[in-house]
C-alpha cells in the first residue's frame, strides 16, 4: 500500500503580511495612474493634486496658502512652491493678498485652472470602479479598516490630517440603540450610521486630543457608498479581458478628448485629399493584411533595430540597453494599429485615440502606458520622417493576395495619406497651443 504523498508545506505569513503587499500593489497602480493623467495635460501629479486641493477647498469656503497646501499633500514647502510657480506659469493659479491679513498670501484658481482641476479630479475614477466590485458588506468593512489605519497612521504623523468624523469635536459614537445609526453628529443634530461616516468633511472641527481618540465603529451597515462625492463612471482597465492588449484603451473612458474639433478633422482629410474611395481601399487592405500583421511588424521593427537612432527611444535608461519587455509590448499595439488604421471610422473615438497615441509619443505621456524606466520623449523630427519607410516596405504585403495592380496602388495610396492624416494628429502635443 501506497503511503500518502507528504502535504506541501508553505510559508504561512500573517494576514497583516498580505494586506501590506496588496496595499503596496494598490500604490503602485494610484502612482502610475497619477503620473499617466497628470503627464497628459502637461503637469506632474503634484501640480495635479494641487489643484484639486484648491478646488476642494474653495468649494468648502477656505482659504489656501502655499503651507497649507502642502500640509494637505504631505510635501514640504518648498516642493509645494515649485509645483506652484509651474502652474501660475501656466496660468492655472494665481496669488492674492489676504483682505483679512494682509501678510498672508493665498492661492486661488483661475478659470482655466478651475477647468483643469476638474479634469484632475477625475483621475481616482479607476479606484472607485475597482472598490465597487466589493459588495455592501465588504465596503462597509473597508471604510472601518481604513478610517482605523488612517486614523493610526496620522497620530504617527506620517499622513497629513485627515478631516474625519472620528477626529471631529461634533462626533459621538455609540450613543443611540439603534444599530443601524448608532452614533450622533453635534453640527447637525443627527443620529447617523457607519455609511455616513466621512474621511473629508468640510465642517470639520479637530477635537482635543483626549477627545480625538475614538475608535471606529463596530456596527456593520447594510448599504455603503465610498468615495460618493466623485463621478461614478466604470473605466475599463487596459488588461479587462483575456487576450486584451495591455496599453490599447481605444474607445475608453481612459483617452481624452482630442483638442481637434471633428470639423477641424474634417478639412484635414480634404487637405490630404482623403476620400471615400480611400475609406474603401482601406477596408481591402485590412482583408488583405489581417493575416500579416507579424511579417509586417517583424520588417519595420527590422528597420528600427537597424538604426541605433530609433532603437535608442525603446533602451533602459540604467544601462542603455533595449528594453526588451517594452519593446513586446510596444509591438502588440503596432500590430493593432495596422488593424485600426485599415478599420478607422474617423469618428470621435477615434480622434481621441490619436490624439493618446501622439501623448505616448511625447513626454507628456511616454512610458507611463507600460511603466518603463525610458527614454522620455521621441523627437519630434522622426514622426513624418518614418511616414516613408512605413508606407513604402507596406506596399508588397498588399500585393501578396493577388489583387489587380490598380488595387494594390489604390490600397496603397489609401494608407500613405491616413498615416500621413494621423501623424499630423499626434504631432498636436508638441506644438504650442494656439499653433496647430
Known amino acids: 500500500m501506497r503511503s500518502p504523498a507528504p502535504a506541501l508545506e508553505l510559508e504561512l505569513l500573517p494576514p497583516a503580511q498580505h494586506i501590506t503587499t496588496g496595499l503596496h500593489k494598490i500604490s503602485l497602480a494610484i502612482r502610475s495612474q497619477a503620473w499617466q493623467r497628470a503627464g497628459q495635460r502637461g503637469l506632474t501629479p503634484t501640480q495635479a493634486q494641487i489643484l484639486v486641493v484648491l478646488r476642494t477647498r474653495e468649494a468648502q469656503g477656505a482659504k489656501t496658502t502655499v503651507s497649507e497646501a502642502a500640509e494637505a499633500l504631505a510635501v514640504t514647502t518648498a516642493t509645494a512652491s515649485d509645483a506652484v510657480a509651474t502652474l501660475m506659469a501656466?496660468?492655472?493659479?494665481?496669488?492674492?493678498?489676504?483682505?483679512?491679513?494682509?501678510?498672508?498670501?493665498?492661492?486661488?484658481?483661475?478659470?482655466?485652472?478651475?477647468?483643469?482641476?476638474?479634469?484632475?479630479?477625475?483621475?481616482?475614477?479607476?479606484?472607485?470602479a475597482a472598490t465597487q466590485t466589493l459588495s455592501p458588506e465588504e465596503q462597509a468593512v473597508f471604510l472601518r479598516a481604513l478610517v482605523k489605519m488612517i486614523r493610526h497612521m496620522q497620530e504617527q504623523g506620517q499622513i497629513p490630517v485627515s478631516r474625519m468624523c472620528v477626529t471631529c469635536r461634533f462626533f459621538r459614537p455609540h450613543v443611540h440603540a439603534d444599530p443601524e445609526r448608532p452614533h450622533h453628529c453635534d453640527f447637525v443634530d443627527a443620529p447617523f450610521g457607519d455609511r455616513h461616516l466621512r474621511l473629508e468633511c468640510p465642517d470639520h472641527q479637530a477635537a482635543s486630543p483626549s477627545a480625538a481618540s475614538h475608535k471606529p465603529p463596530a456596527a456593520k451597515p447594510r448599504l455603503l457608498h465610498p468615495l460618493s462625492s466623485l463621478r461614478r463612471r466604470t473605466i475599463m482597465s487596459q488588461t479587462a479581458a483575456p487576450g486584451h492588449i495591455p496599453g490599447y484603451t481605444y474607445g475608453t473612458d481612459v483617452v481624452h478628448k482630442s483638442p481637434i474639433t471633428l470639423q477641424e478633422l474634417e478639412l484635414l482629410k480634404q487637405?490630404?485629399?482623403?476620400?471615400?474611395?480611400?475609406?474603401?481601399?482601406?477596408?481591402?487592405?485590412?482583408?488583405?493584411?489581417?493575416?500579416?500583421?507579424?511579417?509586417?511588424l517583424d520588417v519595420w521593427y527590422g528597420f528600427?533595430?537597424?538604426?541605433?537612432?530609433?532603437?535608442?527611444y525603446f533602451t533602459r535608461k540604467t544601462d542603455g540597453q533595449p528594453d526588451a519587455e517594452y519593446l513586446a509590448a510596444v509591438r502588440k499595439r503596432f500590430g493593432q494599429w495596422i488593424l485600426d488604421t485599415a478599420a478607422?471610422?474617423?469618428d470621435q473615438k477615434w480622434l481621441d485615440y490619436q490624439y493618446e497615441i501622439g501623448l505616448r509619443h511625447h513626454r507628456s505621456a511616454k512610458n507611463q502606458t507600460d511603466g518603463v524606466?525610458?527614454?522620455?520623449?521621441?523627437?519630434?523630427?522622426?514622426l513624418p520622417t518614418l511616414i516613408y519607410p512605413i508606407t513604402y516596405t507596406l506596399k508588397p504585403f498588399l500585393g501578396k493576395k493577388g489583387h489587380a495592380a490598380d488595387e494594390v496602388e489604390k490600397m496603397h495610396q489609401a494608407w500613405i495619406k491616413s498615416v500621413i492624416l494621423q501623424v499630423t494628429l499626434w504631432s498636436q502635443p508638441y506644438v504650442k497651443?494656439?499653433?496647430?
Open 90 to 128: 501656466k496660468h492655472l493659479v494665481a496669488k492674492q493678498r489676504d483682505a483679512e491679513d494682509a501678510r498672508a498670501v493665498l492661492l486661488r484658481l483661475t478659470s482655466k485652472g478651475r477647468r483643469a482641476a476638474r479634469r484632475a479630479a477625475l483621475w481616482s475614477d479607476f479606484l472607485l
Open 271 to 296: 487637405t490630404v485629399l482623403f476620400t471615400d474611395e480611400d475609406v474603401k481601399y482601406l477596408r481591402l487592405s485590412g482583408e488583405v493584411l489581417k493575416d500579416q500583421v507579424e511579417q509586417v
Open 304 to 312: 528600427v533595430g537597424s538604426h541605433p537612432h530609433l532603437l535608442h
Open 344 to 346: 478607422a471610422q474617423y
Open 373 to 382: 524606466d525610458s527614454v522620455e520623449n521621441i523627437h519630434y523630427r522622426y
Open 433 to 436: 497651443d494656439g499653433d496647430f
